[in-house]
């Protein structure tokens, strides 16, 4: 199993661009996470997905979007970039709610100038 | 979700335990403490949970006071693959238990 990944690696975003973070699991998990990180500072929940066609806010979900079409793939969508979004993403999937063992991706650290 | 206390840093020589505190004086009879760590730039890595009983896996123990108020994590033989960040988390188990990571504690593992 390759777990979570993440792409892109790493992104330079102008102000106002718009891109998509991509995150695939392969364990069958329902639940799926997304998580920015800021220098020095813990992980902050944006969005999460308890299955296909389920999603909710986070405690920072302004300026994200995300979709949950299959139970394998949660991209998240920034529109209109901003430099507050500079930040390290981190994707993560648990098999439930209830075992809260969280499985995390290896990041994608965005730049945004 | 209980709010968590932990030391900003900490020093453990290789080889010795590491025994990191944490404190959830608020913490609700039905919330789970977990632990998780980060590596240097990689995604976090789940490593322990307990309600009320220690546990202990392959990884660490996990000692829980009896009034539930304070825990410690404790790697017994540190290596200096164990220098990380060290999140301590109190967590009501439910519908899209959601993890709230503060600041942790980072440990260095030094010769």
């Known amino acids: 199993n390759a777990g979570v990944t993440q792409t892109p690696k790493f992104r330079i975003l102008k102000i106002g661009q718009s891109m998509t973070l991509q995150c695939t699991q392969d364990?069958?998990?329902?639940?799926m996470y997304w998580y920015r990180q800021d220098p020095g500072m813990g992980l902050k929940l944006i969005y999460y997905?308890?299955?296909?066609?389920?999603?909710d806010k986070g405690e920072v979900p302004n300026g994200y979007n995300v979709s949950r079409s299959t139970t394998e793939d949660f991209p998240l969508r920034l529109e209109l970039a901003a430099p507050s979004q500079t930040s390290v993403y981190f994707c993560?999937?648990?098999?439930?709610?209830?075992?809260?063992?969280?499985?995390f991706g290896p990041g994608t650290r965005l730049t945004v100038l | 979700d209980a709010k968590t206390t932990q030391p900003t840093s900490m020093d453990c020589a290789e080889g010795r335990a590491a025994n990191l505190p944490c404190n959830h004086s608020?913490?609700?009879?039905?919330?789970?403490v977990y632990w998780y760590r980060q590596i240097h730039s990689q995604g976090p890595q789940y490593i322990i949970h307990?309600?009320?009983n220690n546990e202990t896996n392959e990884m660490a123990s996990l000692i829980i006071t009896e009034d539930r108020k304070s825990s410690t994590l404790i790697l017994p033989h540190a290596t200096l693959r164990d220098t990380a960040v060290y999140y301590c988390?109190?967590?009501?188990?439910?519908?899209?238990?959601?993890?709230?990571f503060g600041t942790g504690t980072r440990l260095q593992v030094t010769l």
């Open positions: 993560a999937s648990s098999e439930s709610g209830t075992v809260n063992e969280q499985f």
């Open positions: 364990m069958n998990h329902n639940y």
């Open positions: 997905s308890v299955g296909a066609g389920i999603t």
């Open positions: 608020t913490i609700s009879g039905n919330e789970y």
């Open positions: 307990g309600l009320k």
């Open positions: 988390i109190g967590l009501r188990t439910g519908t899209a238990s959601k993890l709230t």
